[in-house]
Nanobody, 125 residues
Framework: QVQLVESGGGVVQAGGSLRLSCVAS????????MAWFRQAPGKEREFVAG????????WAADSVKGRFAISRDNAKNTLYLQIDMLTPKDTAVYFC??????????????????WGQGTQVTVSS
């Protein structure tokens, strides 16, 4: 059974940091683009950051650029998201996703065929 399992979410004060992890099992995603998305209550799921299969090309949404950093360790089949300078607007469920059809990450959720169950990030003011 293929699974993506996120962890690292929690409740933090504004200005704080978190490091999210996403561990894959059941198959390797070392040849797949991967990304983080988030969904706040009452809002659509939005792209946060993406990374190519080798981990040497990343990009992030304008809303998080400079504060969020995506990385991966293919040897550990793990994806990471370092989140700094959190604000209450970052409160959401964060999902990792894998696109097994592309090497480069795209920002369309429909391109991703594997998803984790999500981890909640809550930022208090």
């Amino acid at each position: 059974q293929v699974q993506l399992v996120e962890s690292g979410g929690g409740v933090v004060q504004a200005g704080g940091s978190l490091r999210l992890s996403c561990v894959a099992s059941g198959r390797t995603f070392s040849d797949s683009a991967m990304a983080w998305f988030r969904q706040a209550p009452g809002k659509e799921r939005e792209f946060v950051a993406g990374i190519n299969w080798r981990g040497d090309n990343t990009w992030a949404a304008d809303s998080v650029k400079g504060r969020f950093a995506i990385s991966r360790d293919n040897a550990k089949n793990t994806l990471y998201l370092q989140i700094d300078m959190l604000t209450p607007k970052d409160t959401a469920v964060y999902f990792c996703a894998a696109d097994t059809h592309r090497f480069a990450a795209q920002n369309r959720a429909s391109y991703y065929d594997y998803w984790g169950q999500g981890t909640q990030v809550t930022v208090s003011s």
